[in-house]
């Protein structure tokens, strides 16, 4: 593994290390129910403060299941992790084709086709 | 994560609006002569929105047992400026309104501010001014995003406690409370966020030099490298 890969699966670890090491240590144990959303918790708390106070207004679409909500996040994450790879793909391929093209026309004629 | 629908006060809920709606419609225009002057950067303009989607649709666990997602806004408002994060933010918060019941329509101006206006800007003035003191670029990288995601969860916090002071403690003690709820759960996943945006900008700054250097995250290259050659 080059240095540069190193460097990044390193990076790579320590997220997945900070994600997985609150569960894996039972940091929500103390909770009736353990890693909920800190959105939902806020709700909470806003309760807390102003108990009489009701939403005025919501959502136009929610999803009727917690099963089609994760899909949907999941969707989101998709599309986002396939608009980076197209990124990063054509990235690659552009640059190896350039180097393809450069290597073809110094061997050719040793100035450049363009 | 963002404040849910219905969930701030109808005179909060449009002062928000108000306040974010400038943001976005400059934010709209930089974008728009971005891609005219620069259509190759469209492509990068794409990523850097995809990034915040990809990372604002992962909820993590946190120290303090509970879940909250990372914003991914950093990467875009270093590389293209904070305005047209105004706009590929709020869009990404539009998405989540209207199909997850994530956030929602009357918090979107709130929500857009604190995710798509405030950590932006306060990223990239973390970053620009890091880079001043010359420190290494995937330092600044880093902080940069960092200050991006946990900014806009204290903005969330200060929000809240503006619509729903403590009845005994007020304002002060429903910051304090907000916080504990939002910022500090958010630490380890703005350093998962800044861990995440080097490793973003270490690809591109592979696979995208020459962008990299005319955005002005990059130096030139040197004419002995490779780079200058493959251009």
């Known amino acids: 593994m080059s240095r540069n890969a190193k460097i990044n699966t390193l990076l790579l670890a320590v997220v997945v290390a900070l ?29 807390e403060n102003e108990p009489d106070y ?36 054509l990235r ?4 190896q084709g350039e180097e393809r093209a450069a290597a073809a026309a110094g061997a050719s004629s040793g100035t450049p086709a363009e | 994560m963002h404040i849910a629908e219905g969930y701030l006060p109808p005179l909060h809920a449009a002062a928000w609006g108000a306040a974010s709606a400038p943001f976005v419609i400059h934010g709209a225009r930089a974008l728009s002569r971005e891609v005219k002057s620069h259509p190759e950067s469209t492509l990068l303009l794409g990523a850097s929105g995809a990034f915040t989607f ?46 997850l019941a994530h956030g ?23 970053y620009r001014l890091l880079r001043r003191l010359a420190l290494p670029p995937m330092v600044c990288v880093f902080f940069g995003a960092f200050a991006a995601d946990l900014s806009t969860y204290c903005v969330t916090s ?36 800044g ?26 290259a040197r004419p002995d490298s490779t780079e200058a050659v493959a251009r």
Not at chain 2, 56 to 83: M, Q, Y
Not at chain 2, 167 to 178: E, M, N, T, V
Not at chain 2, 195 to 220: D, I
């Open chain 1, 19 to 47: 994600a997985a090491l609150p569960v894996v240590l039972g940091m929500g144990d103390h909770k009736e129910e353990p890693f909920t959303g800190s959105d939902a918790q806020a709700q909470t708390a806003i309760t």
């Open chain 2, 104 to 126: 929602g329509l009357t918090t979107l101006g709130a929500n857009a501010f604190s995710m798509a206006i405030a950590g932006p800007w306060a990223g990239y003035a973390v």
């Open chain 1, 92 to 95: 690659r391929g552009r640059r």
């Open chain 2, 195 to 220: 861990l995440l945006t080097v490793l973003v900008m270490r690809l591109l700054s592979q696979s995208s030099t020459g962008e990299l250097v005319r955005l002005g995250v990059l130096a030139p």
């Open chain 1, 54 to 89: 009701e939403p005025w207004f919501s959502p136009l679409y929610e999803p009727a299941s917690g099963e089609i909500e994760s899909a949907l996040f999941a969707l989101q994450a998709a599309l986002g992790a396939g608009v980076l790879a197209y990124y990063f793909g």
């Open chain 2, 54 to 99: 990809v990372l604002s649709a992962l909820k993590i666990p946190s120290v303090t047992g509970s879940c909250s997602h990372p914003t991914g806004t950093g990467l875009g408002a270093i590389l293209f400026r904070p305005p047209a994060m105004a706009v590929l933010g709020t869009i990404t918060l539009l998405f989540q309104a209207l199909l």
């Open chain 2, 158 to 193: 200060v929000q809240l406690a503006l619509a729903f002071p403590d009845p005994s403690s007020g304002f002060a003690g429903a910051l304090a409370k907000f916080g504990g709820i939002f910022a500090v759960t958010q630490i380890p996943l703005a350093v998962s966020e």
